[in-house]
């Protein structure tokens, strides 16, 4: 629990189904992704320098900064935590569900998994809210005015690039379908809040966002959903990202995919941490930057 | 006799279970507090205080605000979308060890000591408490480049900032942490050299 950022950046995976779908994804996106796992590699290349007094230096103040419960980095991480935990717990289901749906005796199993794609807009919604939320716990509200923090927001979806084409592609175009975006709004319209309740991450989360009833929770996420929309929006006509196009990347690196795209979206729902992980290197970029300057 | 055995059992489980789950389940990270260095936030300089003094963009470039917590504010200095430098300004209160690298340094940058840390930082530190710093990012920026900067961010506000709490009155608390940096020995002629340097006017 105590573990500092840099410590859990080091435990990440080299290589595993988390590291291939990612650079699997990362071909969609220019400028590529490498899986960053070194604490100290990471503080050579913001400081610019290979001094290892300066790097044990950016290191330390890394360490104190991030075990200041203040400073919200370690909070940050533990709502991808909840996110994560939420995706994995959602996605076995799915997974169980497609499984199940074959063998006579165990249909009824498939019948009372929450399916559908209304949950599934809530689950994306409330990665959106994490993400947000993530956001202000890391960075604060920079600038002094909206369009400062808009281009804050705006500069770190940018340098988070990849995360952002996961996000999209996993959550939104291989379960949705390609017009996910846009039915995005209509589907959390239709969402009660008894479908935020039915998602195990938003009960850690609820403290954290804004309202006090579920209804304004919902409020909040669907608001900034809005934002994100806007945004998400020119990003994916900007690379022209499509759900058989994720398929054909992910497939350079995973393998052959034969069945329908939402099974393959339940199946890395269940099975991958794309979402922690990537997380975990965007805040110990944040960090070292930090770190970096007060040292 | 059975009845005042089962009550202290009870009474011993019920303890027993409401402190384990005090000291084992992770509460601890969502409680306030826990601040840098255990020093009350109300001593550190907020950092929306520095968001005005960044040096504005010249042509061709931008500045964005990436990160604002107590006591540090950073931007990032983009130019035709690459970012060249990581600019910021931090409250040293909570982090007094970066104050011994200006202790014996003879380099001055409009009255305040400056020094190139690797090859790509360069700190200022301004009246003996706010540290501006200038890393270069990406191919890197040439040292005189980082100084002319660093000369940019309006250091005589800066100078004149102080925390909330010693506005409040609080001035001998606050001042405090300011009295103990390091090497002493280096202390006298520096606070000379302080009072020497450019005031702000008010």
Redesign the interface.
């Known amino acids: 629990m105590s573990r500092t950022v840099l410590e859990r950046l080091e435990r990440l995976p080299r290589r595993d189904l988390t590291v291939l779908s990612l650079k699997g994804i990362s071909t969609l996106v220019p400028g590529g992704w490498s899986n960053l796992t070194s604490a100290d590699r990471l503080i050579r290349e913001v400081i610019g320098s290979d001094d290892p007094e300066l790097v044990r230096q950016v290191r330390a103040r890394a360490d104190q900064l991030s075990l200041a419960r203040h400073e919200g980095y370690e909070r940050a991480l533990s709502l991808y935590d909840a996110v994560n935990r939420s995706q994995h717990a959602t996605g076995g289901l799915r997974v169980l569900a497609n499984v199940t749906a074959g063998v006579p005796l165990l249909k009824r199993i498939a019948s009372v998994t929450p399916p559908g794609d209304t949950l599934q807009a809530v689950d994306l919604s409330l990665k959106v809210g994490a993400e947000l939320l993530a956001f202000t716990q890391v960075n604060g509200l920079p600038g002094d005015s909206f369009a400062d923090f808009g281009a804050a927001l705006a500069d770190y979806a940018g340098e988070a690039r990849v995360r952002m084409a996961a996000l999209v592609c996993f959550d939104g175009l291989l379960p949705l379908g390609d017009q996910a975006l846009s039915r995005l709004d209509g589907l959390l319209g239709a969402a009660g809040s008894g479908d935020l309740r039915k998602l195990p991450a938003y009960g850690r989360m609820a403290a954290l966002i804004p309202g006090r009833s579920d209804s304004e929770h919902m409020n909040f996420l669907r608001r900034g959903v809005d934002q994100w929309l806007g945004w998400a929006g020119g990003f994916v006509s900007q690379l022209g990202l499509t759900g058989q196009r994720a398929v054909q990347a992910l497939e350079s690196t995973l393998g052959p995919w034969q069945g329908r795209m939402d099974q393959l979206a339940a199946f890395l729902d269940a099975f991958t941490d794309t979402y922690a992980h990537t997380g975990v290197q965007a805040v110990a970029r944040r960090l070292v930057e930090r770190a970096a300057a007060e040292i | 006799m059975s009845r005042l055995l089962r009550w202290v059992i009870g009474i011993t489980i019920a303890v027993t279970l409401i402190g384990g789950a005090i000291l084992l389940l ?1 509460f ?10 255990e020093i009350s ?1 109300r001593e550190v300089v907020n ?2 205080e520095f ?2 003094l960044f040096p504005s963009a010249a042509a061709g470039e931008s500045v ?7 006591g ?5 200095l983009k130019h035709d979308g690459q970012v060249t430098a ?1 600019l ?1 300004i ?1 409250d ?1 209160v ?2 007094p ?2 104050r011994t690298k200006f202790a014996a340094v003879q380099t001055r940058l409009k009255g305040w000591p400056l020094v190139d ?5 360069s700190a200022l530190l301004v009246a003996d408490r706010f ?1 501006v ?1 200038v ?3 990406g191919s ?1 920026l040439e040292p005189e480049r980082r100084h002319e900067l660093l000369g940019a961010f309006d250091l005589q506000a800066l100078a004149a900032l102080q925390p909330a709490a010693a506005s409040r009155g609080r001035l001998a608390k606050a001042a405090e942490p300011r009295r103990l940096p390091p090497a002493s020995g280096e202390q006298l002629p520096q606070l000379e050299l302080k009072s020497a340097a450019p005031q702000p006017a008010s």
């Open positions: 992770p601890s990270t969502w409680l306030p507090g826990g601040t840098v260095a936030t950092g929306t968001n005005a964005v605000f990436t990160q604002e917590k107590r540090f504010s950073e931007a990032k990581l910021a931090s040293t909570t982090a060890e970066a840390q690797g090859a790509q930082a540290q710093k890393i270069g990012q890197g």
